[in-house]
């Protein structure tokens, strides 16, 4: 560990003196083990790790931040964390994540490795956090194979995703490029990948290439090296680009309430008494839509017995009592609520369209269930077995 200190210190000067407004080091800096026991042996707390606190030391004499790959033991001792910390300028801890996805793979010709045997998943994405470059969402290595951690940090604006590693050969040989462009493709977001390279034990080669990818998936920087020297590799992060490019070509879903947003407002819809009637009718909707998914259970919700074809009774309880459709109505009055809500003439446009497709619909469906009940009880009047 104190080996890879030094090592991480030389980066920590480079980093300043290129002028650098944040450093990020890869997966597992303070050390790769040889093995599952040796991994659990040597982590250590943040607080009592040598690595760790000569990092913030470095951190608040070159007023750089720094995000860096440790390790940490877990509240039972058997195992260790995976995690990426930030560390601020001024040598503190803000933030920390835990690796969701660990690295199990059995690779033909390559090798075994089963990394939970050693280590403790983590269980949450940790939301995007804002720094002096950006704001910045943090995965770590294996992370970048799902590309749902990502999408769900795009969702919460983040700007900047790191995916700090350590592949293999045959794993970095195939993949790394192709899934950190996507992944920046896909978020609109420049995506930080800094690599262990090189060998590490007799059991482990790490690929290396560390990689700064901008939001339209261009390859910023790109290290090379065998791991003899240290490199590092810099980039401009414009946060224009990235609103730009997000602005220009919109990848977030489109939803309602997305599309209101987008449309214009009108003074008659944005008083108070409007706002308190369409709260009333949120309420009223989803009471009708809640309250039905419960007369029905599950299977009647999700599998048709809305139209009697499993069910030996038809539903009359609340709230099938007051409407023979409270989904259909109860989303229309959800629609109209929202609508007024935003304030947005479009939205009642828009849910006096969907009331006439709810109505054109149960012009078919009531007939039908109708026809249901009534052969049902016709065939038990007469002693046969209802299918």
Avoid at 1 to 10: D, E, K
Avoid at 194 to 218: D, F, L, T
Avoid at 233 to 260: G, K, Q, W
Avoid at 307 to 335: C, E, K, R, W
């Amino acid at each position: 560990m104190a080996h890879n200190l030094n090592q991480c210190r030389l980066l920590v000067k480079k980093a300043a003196a290129a002028g650098a407004k944040a450093l990020f080091l890869p997966e597992a800096c303070d050390y790769i083990a040889s093995s599952p026991a040796e991994t659990v042996a040597l982590a250590r707390s943040v607080k009592d790790s040598v690595f760790v606190l000569g990092l913030q030391l470095e951190a608040r004499q070159s007023k750089l931040p720094i995000n860096v790959g440790i390790h940490e033991p877990t509240q039972s001792g058997e195992k260790v964390k995976n995690t990426l910390i930030w560390i601020d300028e001024e040598g503190e801890i803000t933030h920390r994540y835990q690796k969701l996805h660990l690295f199990d793979v059995d690779i033909q010709g390559g090798p075994v490795l089963k990394e939970s045997r050693s280590v403790e998943k983590g269980t949450s994405i940790l939301p995007p956090f804002d720094t002096p470059i950006g704001r910045v969402g943090l995965t770590i290595c294996f992370d970048l194979r799902f590309p749902e951690i990502s999408l769900a940090l795009r969702r919460q604006n983040s700007q900047i995703i790191t995916y700090p590693s350590a592949f293999t050969i045959p794993t970095g040989q195939a993949h790394w490029e192709s899934l950190l462009r996507a992944r920046a493709i896909e978020t609109q977001a420049y995506v930080i990948a800094a690599a262990q390279v090189g060998a590490h034990n007799e059991k482990r080669i790490s690929y290396g290439h560390s990689m700064i990818v901008s939001p339209w998936g261009e390859v910023l920087g790109e290290l090379d090296g065998d791991g003899q020297e240290t490199q590092i590799a810099t980039a401009e992060i414009d946060l224009e680009l990235v609103e730009r490019i997000r602005r220009e070509m919109p990848l977030l879903r489109r939803t309602y309430e997305r599309a209101l947003r987008a449309q214009p407002s009108h003074p008659l819809l944005q008083t108070p008494s409007s706002n308190y009637i369409g709260y009333a009718l949120v309420a009223s909707g989803n009471v009708l839509v809640l309250s039905s998914m419960w007369a029905l259970g599950v299977t009647g919700t999700y599998l048709g017995d809305y139209f009697g074809i499993l069910m030996d009774h038809q539903v009359t309880s609340f709230p099938f009592n007051i409407t023979g459709a409270p989904m259909y109505y109860g989303s229309t009055l959800s629609f109209l609520g929202t609508a007024m809500l935003y304030g947005k003439p479009a939205g009642i446009f828009l849910t006096v369209g969907v009331l006439a497709a709810y109505l054109v619909a149960l012009s078919y469906e009531d007939p039908f269930t109708a026809q249901i009940y009534a052969r049902r009880d016709r065939e038990k009047k007469a002693g046969k077995k209802v299918s």
